[in-house]
């Protein structure tokens, strides 16, 4: 006897019904990226669709991102100027603590996430304190967990440290509590590796490190173990959710971590992963919402609860018509 697993790839209504993995709208979290000036709506060039927006269009995205299904948004900001102490990460009027409150206002409903880094904020670029050519981690801890403080004081609902300096989750976790903030949540950028994909974040966050790279602090890409226990490290400090970052050419630790740890699970679908989709759309290489939407199952089926991309809103454009049709 023939065994005959296509009797159930027939037609939709066979397919849809032994459907493994299902994308959904509430899986999506939406990156933006907070400029100064008014009216301002700039695409950065390398992430065709994706824009620095100032506060007043930041908070008329994130509400038509809202009306289009999106749930949750993760902000970044590009400070009006920068310098050797991230000043601008923790100012009370600090450019994304001034659009978790606009988007609060057009937005009450959404989830808000705050980007916890100082990358964007430090004149030589790097996510900590720098002294003697080094990236310093234990001074560093200081004002990651003041910025963390004044992201949840301006209203974000959970904050996403991605510095990758030991003993960040700790220290936001403490601060956040000593401030009264024990009901905002962290999600840790748990694994995030040292990766070539980030190249056109650092155009629209113009974060690029003036010297070095990161690589003595971000993971080295060809480490999973080492994932595992920097997962460990973050769910013992207090964690509520981690991430691993990038996605697609790391869904073999996302899997990992997945079977070793029960908190939810985050993948970052990163700039570099977005843009090599749309480059090849734009050439008429590939059809963009199939192979879209392939990417982010892919990163579902390895085991992902939340997915970051700057495809969320196509893709609940993508799920809302196929389940019209
Ligand atoms: C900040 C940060 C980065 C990204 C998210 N948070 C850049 C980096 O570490 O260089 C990358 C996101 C993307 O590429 O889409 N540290």
Not at 87 to 112: F, H, K, T
Request: proline content about 5%.
């Amino acid at each position: 006897m023939i065994h005959r697993p296509r009797r159930l790839r027939r037609n939709p209504a066979l397919r849809a019904l032994v459907r493994e993995t299902r994308l959904t709208p509430d899986n999506f979290v939406l990156p933006l990226f907070a400029c100064p000036g008014e009216g301002v709506r700039r695409e950065i060039s390398s992430m065709p669709g994706v824009f620095n927006l100032s506060v007043d269009e930041i908070a008329n995205e994130a509400s038509a991102a809202y009306d289009a299904g999106v749930r949750s948004i993760i902000l970044f900001g590009l400070p009006e100027s920068k310098d050797e102490l991230a000043s601008g990460a923790y100012a009370e009027d600090g450019i994304v603590q001034r659009a978790i409150r606009a988007v609060r206002r057009s937005s009450p409903e959404l989830i808000i996430i705050a980007d916890t880094c100082l990358c964007e904020y430090t004149s030589h670029g790097h996510c900590g304190v720098v002294r003697g050519g080094d990236v310093l981690n234990d001074e560093s801890l200081e004002l990651i967990a003041r910025t963390a403080a004044s992201q949840a004081e301006a209203g974000a609902d959970i904050v996403a440290p991605s510095a990758m300096m030991d003993g960040q989750v700790g220290a936001i976790r403490e601060a956040l509590d000593d401030s009264g903030f024990e009901n905002t949540a962290i999600m840790s950028y748990a694994v995030k590796y040292a990766s070539g994909f980030y190249g056109p974040f650092r155009e629209a966050a113009q974060s690029t490190p003036e010297f070095g790279d990161r690589r003595a602090y971000q993971m080295d890409p060809p480490n999973a173990r080492e994932a595992m226990r920097e997962a460990e490290l973050d769910f013992s400090e207090g964690a509520d959710i981690l991430m691993v970052k990038p996605a697609t050419v790391y869904l073999d630790v996302l899997k990992m971590v997945r079977d070793r740890f029960d908190l939810p699970l985050a993948a970052y679908h990163v700039s570099g992963e977005y843009a090599l989709i749309k480059a090849a759309a734009q050439k008429g290489w590939i059809d963009e919402e199939r192979v879209m939407m392939e990417t982010l199952t892919s990163i579902k089926r390895a085991g992902a609860d939340i997915i970051l991309t700057y495809y969320a809103r196509e893709a609940i454009a993508a799920l809302n018509a196929s389940a019209i049709s």
